[in-house]
């Protein structure tokens, strides 16, 4: 069984920093990439970044292009996602997710919650003064 845990969330005032971290426990499984997305109360869960496993190549939304830099270690067997520039916008639940499949050929199939296999439980960031 894999798990996906996720930490580092937390409040912080407009304009600060977060880490988030997404670490892998349990059996060695490939993945082809780690997501992260995020759902704020009444919205639907949207993608916010991914990072190719192998390559380390990373895509973002436009909400995080600029402010927001995905990490791994393969090695830790996980991801971080360093967040700058906080806004209140950015408050939400935040989610990691495996895609085990590939290889992609759209960016855009990595949009899509339904390409990815397994998940983290999340964990919440608060952006308020």
């Known amino acids: 069984q894999v798990q996906l845990v996720e930490s580092g969330g937390g409040s912080v005032q407009p304009g600060g920093s977060l880490q988030l971290s997404c670490a892998a426990s349990?059996?060695?499984?490939?993945?082809?990439?780690m997501g992260w997305f995020r759902q704020a109360p009444g919205n639907e869960r949207e993608f916010g970044g991914v990072v190719k496993w192998n390559e380390g190549t990373t895509y973002y939304a436009d909400s995080a292009k600029g402010r927001f830099i995905l990490s791994r270690d393969t090695a830790k067997n996980t991801v971080y996602l360093q967040m700058n520039g906080l806004i209140p916008e950015d408050t939400s639940i935040y989610y990691c997710?495996?895609?085990?499949?590939?290889?992609?050929?759209?960016?855009?199939?990595?949009?899509?919650?339904?390409?990815?296999?397994?998940w983290g439980q999340g964990t919440q960031v608060t952006v308020s003064s």
């Open positions: 349990g059996r060695a499984f490939n993945r082809y990439a």
């Open positions: 997710a495996a895609l085990r499949s590939g290889p992609i050929w759209s960016l855009s199939d990595y949009w899509s919650r339904a390409n990815y296999d397994i």
